[in-house]
């Protein structure tokens, strides 16, 4: 039943602002259940509510500010000496103090006493936490998940020394005592293509390293510990004689080190974090492991960073879910809330498919990266092609559903009171940070399926999750699995052939994505669906990813619509849907 609208106000479409992104989010909660074991999940559910709330209340307004008041480049201090240093506004200081000190997302899955617990957390925890957080602010989780895979990249690969001069800065637990991390590969001639590197690293006498060398695109450049690729003098051309040093920002006197931040970037989005672009001037370095394997180190933080961008977009869709959600069910036209029009609910199904494809995609990559920390080496492979898959798909399904989320708030979607702006603009950046569409996709069909087989450890997984899945239609299951197989083979010949590899590479990738999250979708419905109050409604989705996405249509061909609005009306319901009403729907 439409409201009645008391006065002109009443008129205008409500927003998401003021919810729990926690407590509304069915999806979120039962996926968690499914994916982590019960212990971790009850001791981490009150602070995954505290984040919720503070999302949808607290750090949205503070990233409005940020926004609207970005940070500011001092080259000289009031006597003029060159001291160098970032004024951001105070939303965003508050911000950091959230992300690190209050929540500690940076050292999660790191270091013992996060929330009490006397171990780190899993991966698929950190990553909650990191799905939470940008549902209310996206710009400065780059910088938190840079601290957090660099503290990774430095433990993995640093001498003992070095990590422990380190570890309690990086992961320590207050902002007074936080060293943060930045990642500085970016270069002019060296974008994607890294081998075209020309920073140098020239040997000094006392055995120390000096860097030289201008990085173009240097996020968080006020960071206190700087990460990047240098060619040390002498090393071979290419990627192969590139390696990883570790810069800090201040000299061990105390003297500030020999490098500049030339100027801050002004951005499409993401405008409350800094970017600039940094030049080296013989700047002190360490050598972080083996010369010459620059490479294959700085791979590991990318691919860290990958994932963290395929959480990201899923979790900008699904605050654009709730955006469009809570303007649509608010809005009156022509007597009833647009959420009743078979053409809105249609747009609304197009933002809600990708949103829960991502968060299935999210959910499955930490459980993934849980099992490779126990030695799984199966997890591992599958993991290597999960990864680029997540963060091609999800950052390009991001752009559509946040400009779908404005076309659902109508003219007021265009407006700066109003979230969308910011989440149009954020979302563009996950197409290019970490690896262009492209980069992604060639990634997978080059090295992730030729060199590892990981498409074959990705189907056996999932054929695996299929199979096991008890509340699982049959006939579903089986078209499901025939779906799996489909996209897996066809991958894996796209990746043979070299007239079809770099051609056909987005969609082999593409392909790969939709057939694991259509199983996925399907599998965490019927298990959800299984237990009593239990709602099955992913199966729904699952079927919805089946037929638009893997399945050939014709675009002229006026279809059987039965299915589409019986699940539309189970999907727009706040109510869960249990097993047999959803495989009702399912026969249709």
């Known amino acids: 039943m439409t409201a009645v609208k008391e006065s002109l106000e009443d008129w205008v479409a409500l927003d998401a602002r003021g919810q729990n992104f926690f407590a509304i989010d ?10 982590m074991d019960g212990q971790s999940l009850l001791a981490l559910w009150p602070h995954l ?84 957080f940008v549902q209310g602010e996206f710009g400065l989780m780059c910088p938190v998940s840079m601290t957090d895979s660099g503290w990774a990249l430095i433990d993995a690969f640093a001498d003992e020394a070095l990590r422990e001069r380190l570890r309690p800065h990086i992961l320590a637990d207050n902002v007074d005592d936080l060293w943060r991390c930045a990642h500085l590969m970016t270069e002019k001639g060296a974008g994607s293509d890294v081998g075209n590197l020309e920073t140098r690293a020239v040997r000094a006498a006392d055995g120390s390293w000096r860097i030289h060398g201008d990085k173009w695109f240097c996020s968080n450049p006020d960071a206190e510990v700087i990460l990047l690729l240098a060619r040390p003098e002498g090393a071979a051309a290419g990627t192969r004689g590139l390696s990883m040093f570790f810069v800090p920002k201040w000299r061990a006197d105390g003297s500030r080190n020999g490098y500049k ?37 700085i791979m590991r933080t990318v691919n860290f ?63 993934l990266m849980e ?26 399904d991001n752009l559509p559903v946040a400009t779908g989320a404005m076309e659902v ?23 290019l940070w970490e690896g262009t569409s492209n980069i992604n996709a060639l990634d997978v069909v080059t090295r992730a399926i030729p060199k590892e087989q990981a498409h074959v450890a990705l189907g056996d997984i999932l054929a695996e999750k299929i199979a096991a899945a008890d509340g699982l239609p049959a006939a579903f299951g089986i078209q499901l699995q025939a779906q799996v197989s489909r996209a897996v083979s066809f991958a894996g010949e796209v990746a043979s052939r070299p007239d079809a590899t770099e051609r056909h590479a987005r969609l082999a990738a593409g392909a790969l994505y939709h057939a694991m999250t259509a199983a996925l979708l399907a599998v965490e419905g019927a298990n959800a669906g299984a237990e009593p109050g239990g709602d099955a409604r992913r199966l729904l989705l699952s079927r919805m990813v089946v037929e638009h996405r893997l399945s050939p249509q014709d675009p002229l061909a006026i279809t ?29």
């Open 26 to 35: 069915r999806g979120l909660q039962d996926g968690l259940k499914q994916y």
């Open 49 to 132: 509510e505290e984040l919720g709330e503070v999302a949808g209340n607290e750090l949205d307004a503070l990233a409005d500010q940020a926004e609207k008041h970005p940070p500011v480049l001092h080259h000289r201090d009031r006597f003029g000496r060159g001291a160098q240093w970032i004024e951001q506004h105070p939303a965003y200081r508050e911000m950091e103090r959230i992300a690190y000190a209050r929540f500690g997302i940076h050292r999660a899955s790191h270091a013992p006493g996060q929330f009490g617990r006397d171990r780190p957390w899993t991966p698929l925890a950190k990553y909650a936490l990191q799905y939470l």
């Open 261 to 297: 931040i030339q100027r801050l970037k002004e951005k499409l989005g993401t405008r409350g974090m800094p970017s600039g672009e940094i030049v080296f001037e013989g700047a002190e370095a360490h050598l972080i492991g083996e010369q010459g394997a620059g490479i294959k180190q």
């Open 305 to 367: 960073s990958r994932l963290s961008h395929g959480v990201r977009a899923a979790a900008m869709m699904r605050r654009c879910w709730n955006e469009a959600k809570a303007a649509a069910q608010s809005r009156v036209a022509f007597g009833k809330a647009t959420a009743e029009m078979p053409l809105m609910r249609r747009q609304l199904m197009k933002i809600l498919v990708p949103t829960e494809q991502a968060l299935s995609a999210f959910l499955f990559s930490g459980w």
């Open 371 to 396: 099992q490779e920390t126990q030695g799984d080496a199966r997890a591992k492979r599958a993991l290597r092609i999960v990864t680029p898959i997540f963060k091609f798909r999800a950052c390009r």
């Open 409 to 431: 708030r109508g003219g007021n979607g265009y407006i700066e009171d109003w979230v969308n702006p910011r989440l149009i603009r954020d979302a563009h950046v996950g197409l």
């Open 560 to 588: 059987d619509t039965a299915f589409d609005e019986a699940a539309e009306t189970l999907l727009l319901s706040d109510d869960p849907a249990p097993l047999a009403a959803v495989a009702n729907v399912l026969a249709l």
